[in-house]
Nanobody, 121 residues
Framework: QVQLVESGGGLVQAGGSLRLSCAASGNIFRVNTMGWYRQNTGNQRELVARITIVGSTDYADSVKGRFTISRDNAKNTVYLQMNSLKPEDTGVYYC???????????????WGQGTHVTVSS
């Protein structure tokens, strides 16, 4: 009943930029924390960045200063601006969100399907 749809992935050369978007839709009263995670071959899925409903952010050390997470609460959308991309940023990027479907109901965590990011050297 809640879907997270990502877009913006693709192929880019090292040093380039991409902007990922993730829109939550469905039965939604409120979207609380939203975040981006990534996974590549041989690695666990790891947190890239997350943002609370009031705009507090948290970044992986490897992306600090290069990536910026933001959100539009009116659109239930989170963005990840990725600059100065490196080959090691390559992976599948997943959107994640805590969603309250109805007022007074508990939060439920959702994942998007993932979008591929490939950074060539």
């Amino acid at each position: 009943q809640v879907q997270l749809v990502e877009s913006g992935g693709g192929l880019v050369q090292a040093g380039g930029s991409l902007r990922l978007s993730c829109a939550a839709s469905g039965n939604i009263f409120r979207v609380n924390t939203m975040g981006w995670y990534r996974q590549n071959t041989g690695n666990q899925r790891e947190l890239v960045a997350r943002i609370t409903i009031v705009g507090s952010t948290d970044y992986a050390d490897s992306v600090k200063g290069r990536f910026t997470i933001s959100r539009d609460n009116a659109k239930n959308t989170v963005y990840l601006q990725m600059n100065s991309l490196k080959p090691e940023d390559t992976g599948v990027y997943y959107c994640n969100a805590d969603v309250q479907a109805v007022r007074y109901s508990p939060l439920v965590n959702y994942w998007g399907q993932g979008t591929h990011v490939t950074v060539s050297s």
